[in-house]
């Protein structure tokens, strides 16, 4: 167990809608990060947000938009669902911003299906 | 260009055997990370093993390690006396510094079905 929780395990819905996966950091954590793991883009990096700032951007779709709030918590929308859309989505923590040497611990991820 | 290589979709070992699993990356920063993930059929992400590129040592996890060659731009994986539970996915990743100032997200290779047999 890595400490880093993610909600809901799985999630079914159907293209257009709008949905909302959430993630808590480990104890201590102040950096979240976001990536999507799918068969034909393998695994990306979404976003990173540190003490409930935007930090570094990666592959984030304009549909798709996270937030960090005051108790560290994280969350991803994601809106006007495309079927393309469906993959494994993982949150990871670790503890500082910035260098390269610091190592993210995963959640259990929330496997989205579009239908 | 790809920044992280993992050249063997799959690999079957027997049990007991050691395993080396082969990454190559490519970057310009003096300064970056290295990580090896394993991903069982389960889904999650299990941190293994991190290398510094000012390490002088290659880093070491109990049955891990990480055979560092910087010239090379190479970090194999190696797992000594593999046990049946070491079939997964395994993943190698770089996280470069970001030109915003800190550091970008882990940049992953495609990975390796590792599977070991009786």
């Known amino acids: 167990d890595s400490g880093v929780t993610q909600t809901p395990k799985h999630l079914i819905t159907a293209t257009g809608q709008r949905v909302t996966l959430r993630c808590s950091p480990r104890?201590?954590?102040?950096?979240v990060y976001w990536y999507q793991q799918s068969l034909d883009q393998g695994l990306q990096f979404l976003i990173q947000?540190?003490?409930?700032?935007?930090?570094a951007k990666g592959n984030i779709l304009e549909r798709f938009s996270a937030q960090q709030f005051p108790d560290l918590h994280s969350e991803l929308n994601l809106s006007s669902l495309e079927l393309g859309d469906s993959a494994l989505y993982f949150c990871?923590?670790?503890?500082?911003?910035?260098?390269?040497?610091?190592?993210?611990?995963f959640g259990p991820g929330t496997r989205l299906t579009v239908l | 260009a790809q920044k992280i290589t993992q050249t063997q979709p799959g690999m079957f070992v027997q049990e007991k055997e050691a395993v080396t699993l082969d990454c190559t990356y490519d970057?310009?920063?003096?300064?970056?990370?290295l990580f090896w993930y394993k991903q069982p059929s389960s889904g999650e992400m299990i941190f293994l093993i991190y290398q510094g590129s000012y390490d002088q040592q290659n880093a070491t996890e109990g049955r891990y390690s990480l055979n560092f060659q910087k010239a090379r731009k190479s970090a194999n994986l190696v797992i000594s006396a593999s046990q049946l539970g070491d079939s997964a996915m395994y993943f190698c990743a770089m996280r470069e510094p970001y030109s915003g100032g800190g550091a970008d997200g882990l940049t992953f290779g495609k990975g390796t079905h590792l599977i070991i047999q009786p």
């Open positions: 970057t310009s920063d003096p300064s970056y990370g």
């Open positions: 104890s201590g954590d102040l950096s």
């Open positions: 947000y540190y003490n409930g700032e935007e930090r």
């Open positions: 990871a923590s670790s503890a500082q911003p910035q260098g390269p040497t610091d190592t993210q611990y």
